[in-house]
């Protein structure tokens, strides 16, 4: 199933007879839409059937009144090079992932790579190497977006302006390297911002032996622009300092899969009562020790919103529009100008829920029937999810 990002343009594709449509967007996130038009991979109109240009469309697909929302993104991935994965030695876990409803990933470092470099012209070239590797490259036509240094002590601000320079446009994550204490995070972090390279901190206890610990203060004090792992990864800080920092910080809350479930919960509860739910984004943090969960994003929709009691629709919106924006993605949001990148779901066979939405906040999982990138159906009835109940169909 890999192929090269260069591949064809999907043409003129019309999507048709949505029953629910998601759009990404917290303040608004369903709409009142039935039809989707794509031409060469962008959204090109949103509405009602009678409403939309469809002539001369290549590709048709009937979604038998299933749900389209926005293709999820994993705000947090170890990637190493191409589908795989040498933390628990694997292969296909991107396809497996694209299998889940993934349709962008963003690296929080490739630190998986055995003998990874840690001197600053080592550091400097992996990153680069992984940029542009994953930018030749999309398994399964999911985008990588990869390329992010861990940095170390000595780098200078040359450094960064030579990274943007070479296209990194991100930092892995903050802490796992010898850069700990919040001082030194903090310049390193602000000389990323001049130049343009969003950054991600790890929060809490070592992942594995070799990782580090980073407290509420040092990730106060590095201001970088994700929290990282807020809830963990896996080991969390006390739920009050979790708390502390959804308050105290105006940077987005990442929860991820391989965290403390209780603190995810706590997190994504802050959020709503901080009345700052567009700052909630979801990663998985895999491939990592606890492994690699291709599920992991839906997992997360659906634990949240059962758990924390926030309506699926908004819940949806923390692992599409919120990361979109928030990491600048021309991705997940359904609107005109944006690419066309979709996840077709229904609720699971048998569960005992009435629509999808209500499934999900009963804690199911939701099926996925297709899966679609840049205009190209990449996936149909998911080899990974509980069977969806409809399936889309290509007339
Ligand atoms: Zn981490």
């Known amino acids: ?80 090079f191409g589908d795989w994965t040498p933390r628990q030695s694997q292969l296909g876990w991107i396809d497996s992932s694209m299998n889940g409803g993934v349709t962008t990933m963003i690296s929080a470092g490739e630190v998986h790579l055995p003998g990874r470099p840690k001197d600053i012209v080592g550091l400097k070239a992996l990153a680069i190497t992984a940029q542009r590797a994953y930018d030749n490259f999309r398994p399964s036509g999911v985008k990588v977006l990869a390329g992010a240094p861990v940095i170390e002590k000595g780098m200078v601000e040359s450094d960064f302006k030579e990274l943007a320079e070479a296209g990194v446009g991100l930092l892995g994550e903050v802490g796992l390297g010898t850069v700990k204490a919040g001082y030194e995070a903090k310049e390193m972090v602000a000389w990323a911002r001049k130049y343009g390279i969003q950054s991600t901190i790890h929060t809490g206890g070592p992942s594995v032996p070799g990782s580090g610990y980073i407290d509420k203060d040092v990730v106060l004090e590095a201001d970088a622009d ?57 990663g998985t943090d895999g491939p990592a020790g606890s492994g690699v969960q291709p599920l992991g994003i839906l997992r997360m929709v659906s634990f949240i919103t059962a758990f924390a009691q926030i309506p699926a629709e908004q819940v949806f919106c923390f692992a599409t529009g919120n990361t979109a924006r928030i990491r600048n993605l021309n991705c997940g949001l359904i609107e005109v100008g944006r690419d066309a990148d979709f996840v077709f779901m229904d609720r699971a066979q048998h569960s005992p829920a009435a629509g999808l939405l209500e499934s999900v906040a009963l804690g199911d999982l939701p099926g996925v029937g297709m899966v679609m990138i840049d205009g190209i159906v990449r996936a149909g009835r998911s080899r990974n999810t509980p069977p969806a109940t409809e399936v889309p169909v290509v007339l």
């Open 226 to 282: 994700v929290i990282g792992h807020i809830n963990g990864g896996h080991t969390s800080l006390p739920e009050a300092h979790v708390c502390e920092l959804c308050e105290k910080s105006s940077r987005a809350i990442e929860i991820v899969h391989n965290g403390n479930e209780k603190t995810a919960i706590a997190a994504a509860r802050a959020a709503i009562e901080l009345k700052c739910p567009h700052r909630v984004i979801l």
């Open 1 to 80: 199933m890999a192929e090269i990002a260069t591949g064809g343009k999907s043409g003129k594709v019309v999507i048709q007879n949505i029953g629910l449509l998601l759009s990404g967007d917290i303040d608004r996130p369903i709409l009142d839409a039935d039809t989707i038009v794509v031409v060469d991979g962008l959204i090109t109109a949103v509405g009602k059937y009678k409403d939309c240009d469809v002539e001369g469309a290549k590709t048709v697909i009937d979604c038998r009144k299933t749900t389209v929302a926005p293709g999820l993104i994993d705000s947090h991935v170890h990637p190493v």
